[in-house]
């Protein structure tokens, strides 16, 4: 993989999550029966931090969980044929709560498909919305973002990495490009 450039730093990163908080607020107007569940790996600290920014703005706790969807993804046997398993960890029931979904991008849309089919068999929430930092396009599934921190076309040879202080140590998200080696 080779960078072509950095979508967002340290304080760009931190902009959007803090815009996202505010759209989260205004949209279910406050925080009552809502809950934050990311997405393991990266959207669970994403949901950490927009649990915190509400807390901020609001002075109230929101309820945060983390989904592990591994077992649930339509690609697992091309991916890995020993999955590596996370626990789950939803601090409530999600019956009847407003569950917004946070990941870090969003792509094809499989990998919401596979937390919605995760977070349902856990209960019925009321409402479950998505939240993402990055929307880099090309949907296979008709699922989409209420919340997008930044919108970003590209195209089949690049890739999005996001990277988050809590596992890379860095806070940064970057545009690379998939090197071809020529035969």
Do not use: W
């Not at 940064?172 to 998939?178: G, H, N």
Request: with cysteine; proline share 4%; glycine share 4%.
């Amino acid at each position: 993989m080779r960078t072509k450039t950095e979508l967002l730093d340290k304080t760009a990163m931190r902009r959007a999550l803090t815009r996202i908080a505010h759209e989260i607020l205004e949209k279910n107007k406050g925080t009552r029966d809502l809950m934050l569940v990311g997405i393991r790996t990266r959207g669970a600290p994403l949901a950490q931090r927009l649990a915190n920014k509400i807390e901020k703005i609001e002075g109230v706790k929101v309820p945060i969980g983390s989904l592990d969807i591994t077992l649930y993804r339509d690609d697992l046997i091309e991916r890995n044929s020993h999955p590596v398993l996370s626990e789950s960890d939803l601090p409530q029931s999600v019956q009847d709560k407003v569950i917004v979904l946070v990941d870090d991008v969003l792509f094809t849309g499989r990998t919401v498909r596979a937390a919605l089919d995760a977070l349902v068999d856990c209960g019925r929430p009321r409402r479950i919305q998505l939240a993402v930092l990055v929307d880099r396009g090309h949907r296979e599934l008709p699922i989409r973002a209420d919340y997008v921190g930044k919108n970003v076309p590209t195209s089949r040879r690049e890739t999005i990495a996001v990277r988050v202080k809590e596992i890379d140590k860095e806070d940064r998200v970057l545009l690379q490009e998939k090197i071809e080696l020529s035969p």
